[in-house]
């Protein structure tokens, strides 16, 4: 698909990948649509994209940003929330506010922008997933599932768009990255492997993912063996993941 001239929303445009996605897409010729709670980082990435701010919670005015952002080409549904501890004693309304804004948020947008890229014979949905949905990791257990889901998500849409010619679904599924998302989930990364990536590693194939319209983009790319493994292979693969680590 060609990205310059393209209109393209970015969610959580403020901070991290989000805002790393805005820089890379603006270098590509985007015109972009900026979302996010913070108005001041959204409006230090909109200075240097020459974005448009949307101050909106999508977890709870899904609505309201898609209508003031109209018609758009690209929906990068980038933000997103991590919550890290036992199950057992996770609070249930963060359970739930994990859902809301991870999974059913991105659901909603792309719900609602929809029917004009059909409409229009021209769009493309990003999904922001995680490895932790495409193998389940503990400690992360809902987190894992939101992005499970939007990995299921992403599989079946794709079925239903794939005879309409100017349409694309893609879902990234990016490992550890070096953005404030652990510090804001309230527990740090530690671990020394894997080592987390820049953002702008996910920016990139953010855009050579709309660009080739790419159906699912691993980065690194080698992470695609622990889940093809699992796929192939969940016994072994659960033995091996339970003597290295949560994953
Ligand atoms: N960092 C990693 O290791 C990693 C790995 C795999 C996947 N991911 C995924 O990548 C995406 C981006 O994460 P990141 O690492 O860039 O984290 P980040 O720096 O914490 O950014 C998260 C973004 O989500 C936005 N956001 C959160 N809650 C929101 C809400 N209720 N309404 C609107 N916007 C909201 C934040 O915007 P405001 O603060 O302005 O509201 C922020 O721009 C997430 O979906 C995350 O799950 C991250």
Do not use: C
């Not at 996010?36 to 701010?53: C, H, S």
């Not at 659901?107 to 495409?134: E, F, N, W």
Request: zero cysteines; proline letters at 7%.
């Amino acid at each position: 698909m060609r990205i310059d001239g393209a209109r393209v929303l970015v969610t959580g445009a403020s901070s991290g990948i989000g805002a790393a996605t805005a820089d890379a897409l603006a270098a590509a010729g985007a015109r972009l649509l900026l979302a996010g709670r913070d108005r001041e980082r959204l409006e230090a990435v909109a200075a240097r994209t020459g974005g448009r701010v949307l101050v909106f919670d999508i977890a709870t005015q899904a609505k309201a940003l898609a209508e003031q952002a109209g018609a758009v080409d690209v929906l990068v549904n980038n933000a997103g929330v991590g919550w890290a501890g036992p199950f057992a004693w996770m609070p249930p309304a963060t359970v739930r506010h994990l859902v809301e804004v991870n999974l059913a948020a991105p659901m909603v947008l792309t719900r609602l922008l929809l029917p004009a890229m059909i409409d229009a014979g021209r769009g493309h949905i990003v999904l922001v997933a995680s490895i932790a949905g495409a193998v389940g990791v503990g400690q992360e257990t809902v987190y894992s599932a939101t992005k499970a889901g939007l990995i299921g998500f992403a599989e079946g849409l794709r079925y239903e768009v794939r005879r309409m010619p100017g349409m694309g679904v893609s879902v990234l599924l990016p490992g550890v990255v070096a953005t404030p998302f652990f510090e804001r989930r309230g527990v740090p990364y530690t671990r020394r492997r894997p080592a987390p990536i820049p953002p702008e590693r996910v920016a990139r194939a953010v855009v050579a993912a709309i660009r080739h319209r790419r159906a699912e983009s691993y980065v690194p790319g080698w992470l695609r063996l622990p889940a093809r493994l699992r796929g192939a292979a969940p016994g072994p693969f659960r033995a091996l993941a339970g003597r290295f680590g949560r994953m």
